[in-house]
Nanobody, 120 residues
Framework: QVQLVESGGGLVQAGGSLRLSCAAS????????MAWYRQAPGNQRELVAT???????NYADSVKDRFTISRDNAKNTLYLQMNNLTPEDTAVYYC??????????????WGQGTQVTVSS
């Protein structure tokens, strides 16, 4: 079993920055892709950014050039540096990890979420 625990959320003024962390623990030998999602009230959960095990990244258009996803494979930890935040970034942010199971399969795990609130 694998647990993902997010931290770093909070209240920030527009234009400010936050850094989210997601620590993975449990029966982990490696982690494939990792990602950050977010869900604002009344909206569906949306993909924010992804990162492969080798460090290749992709971003939603709405956060490009403002957010940076990174990971520390030695610590099984995922990060999201968020700069120039706007009220539209207000949401619960979730991390997601794809963990290999055996040789051919994998299981996707989710964290419990961390609230990010950006005031205008």
């Amino acid at each position: 079993q694998v647990q993902l625990v997010e931290s770093g959320g909070g209240l920030v003024q527009a234009g400010g920055s936050l850094r989210l962390s997601c620590a993975a623990s449990g029966s982990i030998r490696s982690i494939n892709n990792m990602a950050w999602y977010r869900q604002a009230p009344g909206n569906q959960r949306e993909l924010v950014a992804t990162i492969t095990s080798s460090g290749s990244t992709n971003y939603a258009d709405s956060v490009k050039d403002r957010f940076t996803i990174s990971r520390d494979n030695a610590k099984n930890t995922l990060y999201l540096q968020m700069n120039n935040l706007t009220p539209e970034d207000t949401a619960v942010y979730y991390c997601n990890a794809d963990v290999p199971v055996g040789r051919y399969f994998s299981t996707t795990y989710w964290g419990q979420g961390t609230q990010v609130t950006v005031s205008s």
